[in-house]
């Protein structure tokens, strides 16, 4: 398996393409900061993992700027501090100020140009376009959770981007299925048989941070630690 064998990059954006680690730990610095106990970066983002994802779990309509309110008026109970409303929304619009990754924009530029570009992402549409100016890259598709109506690591909605990318010509075996996410991407794409690519982000790092144990380590056709060095890795394929 190469990666010129691929006709379409199939991405998620969040943890992948950008840094939602460092845009939740800076939004929820208002609360974090008055927690009576010091608390690691790593241990906000897991308890963060586990309210997202109970959430988008039993309110799977709910669009995503409407799932973080919830979460962040659950992890003001879970640590005893007082929170309001307005702070809450104000979480939820932060999706916006999420930084992207300093190499996902010139990574995607290089791809456009050999791939389709298509997001498969939890958000919701304009949360996404605020993110999307970010990148600077327009994709040939977008498929939100807002769209379908579910949550990864549901199947439902790589069935949703499976059946809508066969109307551009794309089928399954023309896909890489791109991200971080070992929860939310890379053990359902085993489980439907997708080609799929890890990159590994949190590499110098232990543990899942923002997302949720995997259960059984999914299995990956290529692993790369960065959106440059997969881009790096394709150039050496052409030359090859």
């Keep these: 398996m190469k990666l010129t064998d691929f006709k379409a990059l199939t991405f998620d954006c969040y943890g992948t393409l950008i840094d939602w680690e460092s845009g939740m730990i800076a939004a ?10 010091p608390l690691g970066r790593d241990e906000i983002l897991q308890a963060h993992a586990r309210h997202e994802s109970s959430q988008q779990r039993w309110t799977p309509g709910r669009r ?3 799932i973080l309110p919830v979460v962040y008026k659950r992890l003001a109970e879970e640590w ?8 809450c929304g104000a979480y939820g619009r932060s999706i916006g ?15 456009k140009r050999h791939y389709k570009l298509v997001i498969l992402s939890n958000v919701d549409n304009r949360s996404f376009a605020t993110s999307n100016a970010r ?4 994709f040939d598709a977008i498929y939100t959770a807002e769209d379908i109506g579910s949550y990864k690591p549901s199947e439902r909605n790589f069935e949703y981007m499976l059946e809508k990318l066969q109307t ?19 053990a359902p794409a085993n489980r439907l048989g997708l080609a799929n690519c890890w990159i590994h982000r949190r ?3 232990e543990g899942f941070g923002a997302t949720m144990h995997p259960g059984d380590m999914p299995q990956c056709a290529f692993r790369f630690t960065s959106m440059a060095e997969l881009a790096e890795a394709h150039r050496a394929a052409l030359r090859a």
């Design 64 to 66: 995503y700027r409407e």
């Design 28 to 37: 929820l610095a208002p609360l974090t900061s008055r927690v009576s106990r």
């Design 97 to 111: 100020d999420w930084p992207a990754f300093p190499d996902s924009a010139e990574a995607l530029r290089y791809l």
């Design 135 to 138: 990148l600077g890259v327009t």
């Design 168 to 186: 551009l010509g794309v089928t399954r075996h023309d896909i890489l299925h791109t991200a971080e996410s070992l929860f939310h991407d890379h």
């Design 80 to 87: 005893g501090v007082a929170a309001s409303n307005a702070e």
């Design 203 to 205: 590499h110098a790092e």
